[in-house]
């Protein structure tokens, strides 16, 4: 069974740029969230969604979204970058459909430098 | 808000045992997680807690007392993979998947 996969696992932008993260989850996972992981603030929750809906959004600036399409598939994006947008992004898949929480299975995540 | 308490890093023998504390300040509770992330890569699965008490995994245990916003992780003969970072994080009701995760306690592990 694939795991989570995550594209692309590097890239560096300038400020000002926006960028478009890809995240594959596990087949037949149908709930997908994404992590800002930096070395002084760990992970912090940016948002989740399940069935191509957002359930959860954590707090971010509007400048990050997201969304996902009916195979689960999901994107990110952030625009008008910010030297602190540098940052590990992880995508974790859960098989949970309801609402109980489930164990997330992480990507390898993609890391965003932002020059 | 929600808050979560755990050491920044320790060092412990190899074939030591050692136990990694985190305390959680949350708007309500589901569950608590640990992880193991190793540098550079994903953070994996190690255990998950719900009722007060011990679970255990092989060398691996977690421990949960939920009146006190309390949990440890324990982990037995030591070996030098070990040394990675391990995450806290608590699930909190309402919010489906929103996971909250502390900063992680760096693991080194010396011969």
């Known amino acids: 069974k694939a795991g989570v996969t995550q594209t692309p696992r590097y890239l560096i932008k300038t400020r000002g740029q926006q960028v478009t993260l890809s995240c594959s989850p596990i087949?037949?996972?149908?709930?997908v969230s994404w992590y800002q992981q930096t070395p002084g603030q760990g992970l912090q929750f940016l948002f989740e969604?399940?069935?191509?809906?957002?359930?959860n959004k954590g707090n971010f600036p509007g400048r990050f979204s997201g969304r996902q399409f009916s195979n689960s598939r999901s994107e990110m994006n952030v625009s008008t970058l910010e030297l602190g947008d540098s940052a590990l992004y992880l995508c974790?898949?859960?098989?949970?459909?309801?609402?109980?929480?489930?164990?997330?299975?992480f990507g390898e995540g993609s890391r965003l430098t932002v020059l | 808000g929600q808050n979560i308490d755990q050491p920044t890093e320790m060092t412990a023998t190899e074939g030591a045992i050692v136990q990694i504390n985190c305390t959680y300040q949350?708007?309500?509770?589901?569950?608590l997680f640990w992880y193991q992330q190793h540098a550079g890569e994903a953070p994996t699965f190690l255990s998950y807690?719900?009722?007060?008490g011990l679970e255990e995994k092989g060398r691996f245990s977690s421990f949960l007392s939920r009146s006190k916003g309390y949990s440890y992780l324990l982990l037995k003969e030591l070996q030098m993979k070990d040394s990675a970072s391990y995450l806290c994080?608590?699930?909190?009701?309402?919010?489906?998947?929103?996971?909250?995760f502390g900063t992680g306690t760096k693991l080194q592990v010396i011969p």
């Open positions: 974790a898949s859960s098989g949970t459909s309801g609402g109980n929480t489930g164990e997330l299975f």
């Open positions: 087949s037949g996972h149908r709930s």
């Open positions: 969604y399940f069935s191509e809906t957002q359930r």
């Open positions: 949350t708007s309500g509770f589901n569950g």
């Open positions: 807690n719900v009722l007060d």
């Open positions: 994080a608590v699930s909190v009701p309402g919010g489906y998947q929103k996971v909250t």
